[in-house]
């Protein structure tokens, strides 16, 4: 609810300018409206334009690193990474075209589905992006040091494509993170 009870939020009197006292029973049935303030890296906010688009970016690294690759069809944790950085990217580019709305239509994204979906969007995501990314990670870690194979397949690629994955996760958590205290917080 948008409305401010004064037992809740106590409202100190207004003087009034004229040099009378000002009158508390003008105010009394005048409802307020009270709204959390656009923390950035909430939606719809500058902060939160740039985390989309670090995420957007960071995503895109690590999926167009790894399916530049001739073998990483072979590994199923590289086929799950592909994915998830697929996924994590078509949802980062939506909501960054959704912040740039808002900011240059100066509208306030706090509705509660919208928000809800934000969060439930942004838990799956960076679930999947952590997962895929520790999974390339232990595979990574068996083919070069473990088996010694790295003559043989694109370490290096691999390696970076993880690494890109992981700074995408770092970067998706405070989006989720935010998000959520905003939903909780209602």
């Known amino acids: 609810m948008n409305v401010s009870h004064a037992s809740v939020h106590p409202v100190e009197e207004v003087p009034n300018t004229e040099g009378g006292v000002a009158v508390a029973e003008q105010n009394v049935n005048v409802p307020m409206v009270v709204r959390m303030k656009d923390i950035q890296g909430m939606p719809g906010t500058v902060g939160g334009l740039a985390l ?10 690590a999926l167009s690193i790894m399916a530049s690759t001739s073998d990483f069809p072979s590994v199923t944790a590289f086929c799950f990474l592909v994915a998830a950085a697929g996924l994590q990217t078509l949802w ?11 900011i240059l239509v100066r509208r306030s994204l706090q509705n509660y589905q919208l928000v809800t979906s934000f969060t439930i969007g942004d838990g799956v995501t960076s679930t999947l992006m952590f997962a895929a990314a520790c999974a390339s990670a232990g595979i990574t870690v068996l083919i070069d040091n473990d088996l010694g194979n790295c003559s043989q397949n694109h370490c290096v690629q691999f390696e970076t494509a993880t690494g890109m994955a992981f700074i995408c996760w770092f ?3 405070p989006s989720f993170l935010l998000n959520f205290w905003s939903l909780a917080s209602r």
């Open 52 to 61: 989309r688009v670090s995420q957007f970016v960071f995503g895109a690294a």
């Open 92 to 102: 980062s580019i939506s909501l960054a075209i959704t912040d740039i709305y808002a």
């Open 171 to 173: 970067t998706t958590v």
